[in-house]
């Protein structure tokens, strides 16, 4: 079986695999399901007779989204490699134990997150709004970009290769989108060239409530295939996004997610400053980011899937007149973005 034939979403060649591979033997897979979560992996959930809970990833080579979107398959040992590093880095219990990194077929085996636990996108669209979740959701990016700085010797040699997040990230969020709205263009290519000149800290590249479950009201964290070094303003930009859309989509909860996204903000910020990555300059490119990415979600490859036609439109309009007379601080952004929505 070669990585082009295998599909761990099929049970019968996943507990084949899992058996080649020596990990079980015949008869010990209890439950076989699969997990939902990005376009860019088939994800499932392997149960042993033995108590084992893994959750398996198969990196794709063709992403399963509408546009042709295409990734080489071997970024799914860069997430190993995070896996390891931000086990070292992020508080204790934020990063699934990686159990093997298999080269041959793209796939990785992590310990599975205890039950009960709850997905933190559902949550916030479900109008689960905890502010606590948020502070942590802050401080934990916060923790990761501290550690990143503290350590940026040997990580920004381990970390160096941006070119994951350039198919991933870059190009489909911000290359592809100055196509679509040329009112735009100039904004982006700004961005993408200050973007690829900053190499400050460890970067998650996918920080978004997707990303995160909540158990024991503790923040675990997945999905590090993006993990590079290079500009934290991003990882701030990308989460600020998911939060201030859904204060777009959102009304009845409005309030609640708009102090949300301070806390966020406010928790982040108090380690960046002790890491002194924080100063007028970076606040602004994390301004910058986050309006590159709430265009990207409504106009690029990707688009969050939650948000109406009407409400695209709406935030599409919005954001190019945002960068047009773009926000002093990331405050004023949540403060002005918030108010508009709210008029309409």
Not at 36 to 44: D, E, K, N
Not at 202 to 219: C, E, Q, T
Not at 239 to 252: E, N, V
Not at 263 to 290: I, K, Q
Request: charged share 25%; glycine share 6%; net charge negative.
């Amino acid at each position: 079986m070669d990585a082009a034939t295998l599909d761990i979403e099929d049970r019968a060649a996943c507990e084949r695999y899992l058996i080649a591979a020596g990990h079980a033997r015949a008869g010990d897979v209890v439950e076989h399901r699969l997990l939902a979560g990005g376009v860019s992996c088939r994800t499932v959930l392997v149960v042993f007779v033995d108590g084992r809970r893994w959750v398996l990833k198969q990196a794709l080579a063709k992403l399963r989204v509408q546009a042709d979107w295409f990734s080489d398959p071997n970024r799914i040992h860069r997430e190993a490699l995070g896996m390891r590093v931000l086990g070292e880095l992020a508080p204790p219990g934020s990063i699934p134990k990686l159990h093997f990194d298999d080269e041959t077929h793209h796939v990785i085996g992590m310990e599975a997150v205890p039950e009960p636990h709850e997905n933190w996108k559902a949550m916030l669209l479900a109008g689960n709004i905890d502010l606590d979740a948020f502070r942590d959701f802050g401080y934990l990016l916060g923790a990761v970009h501290y550690a990143g700085n503290d350590r940026r010797a040997e990580l920004s040699r381990l970390f160096t290769d941006q070119s994951y997040f350039e198919s991933l990230r870059l190009e489909p969020y911000y290359g592809f989108s100055a196509t679509q709205e040329p009112r735009s263009t100039s904004f982006y290519s700004a961005l993408l060239s200050d973007t690829r000149a900053v190499r400050a800290t460890l970067v998650h590249g996918d920080y978004s409530p997707k990303n995160i479950l909540v158990a024991n009201h503790r923040l675990v964290l997945l999905d590090h295939e993006v993990i590079h070094f290079g500009d934290p303003a991003f990882d701030v930009g990308f989460g600020l996004t998911h939060l201030l859309s859904k204060t777009h989509h959102l009304p009845g909860w409005r309030a609640h997610l708009t102090e949300g996204c301070r806390y966020f903000w406010y928790s982040y910020e108090s380690l960046a400053n002790d890491a002194g990555l924080n100063s007028p300059m970076f606040g602004e490119r994390c301004v910058r980011h986050t309006l590159g990415c709430l265009l990207a979600r409504v106009i690029g490859r990707s688009p969050l899937e939650y948000l109406s036609q009407e409400e695209r439109e709406r935030q599409r309009e919005m954001v190019v007149r945002l960068m047009h007379d773009i926000p002093r601080s990331v405050p004023e952004l949540i403060e002005r973005f918030t108010t508009v929505i709210a008029a309409h």
